[in-house]
């Protein structure tokens, strides 16, 4: 995975909100790096804006901050899951999780 020193001090592993109809649904957890909460919760409110997604996308749950070195080494050893990260989503990635589950 491979985390960046200057993206930040902790790894968050966010999950998204979306509706479709009615009905609420949620995504899969999207890991984000920031030096704490407040920066991932903007880093993420920022990302969906520049995908156009902010209206549609929101913040449904945030994780502890996790240390990078100690989340890689469990994610490695298989005691946690390999998420993808967040940038890695592109705007076409998230119009097809609507589109999914719009059926």
Same mark, same amino acid.
């Given at each position: 995975?491979?985390?960046d020193?200057?993206?930040?001090?902790? @790894?968050?592993e966010? !999950?998204l909100?979306?509706? @479709?109809?009615?009905?609420?649904h @949620? !995504?899969?957890p999207?890991?984000?790096?920031?030096?704490?909460?407040?920066?991932?919760?903007?880093?993420?409110?920022?990302?969906?804006?520049?995908?156009?997604?902010g209206?549609?996308?929101w913040?449904?749950?945030?994780?502890?901050?996790?240390?990078?070195?100690?989340?890689?080494? !469990? @994610?490695?050893?298989?005691?946690?899951?390999?998420?993808?990260?967040?940038?890695?989503?592109?705007?076409?990635?998230?119009?097809e999780?609507?589109?999914?589950?719009?059926?």
């Open positions: 995975m491979g985390f020193l200057d993206e930040g001090l902790y @790894v968050f966010i !999950t909100g979306y509706k @479709v109809g009615d009905s609420a @949620v !995504t899969i999207l890991v984000v790096q920031a030096d704490d909460r407040e920066e991932a919760e903007d880093l993420v409110m920022e990302y969906l804006e520049e995908m156009h997604l209206d549609r996308f913040i449904a749950e945030i994780s502890q901050p996790y240390d990078r070195d100690e989340y890689e080494r !469990t @994610v490695e050893d298989g005691e946690r899951e390999r998420w993808d990260r967040l940038e890695d989503y592109s705007e076409e990635d998230f119009q999780i609507l589109q999914s589950d719009d059926l």
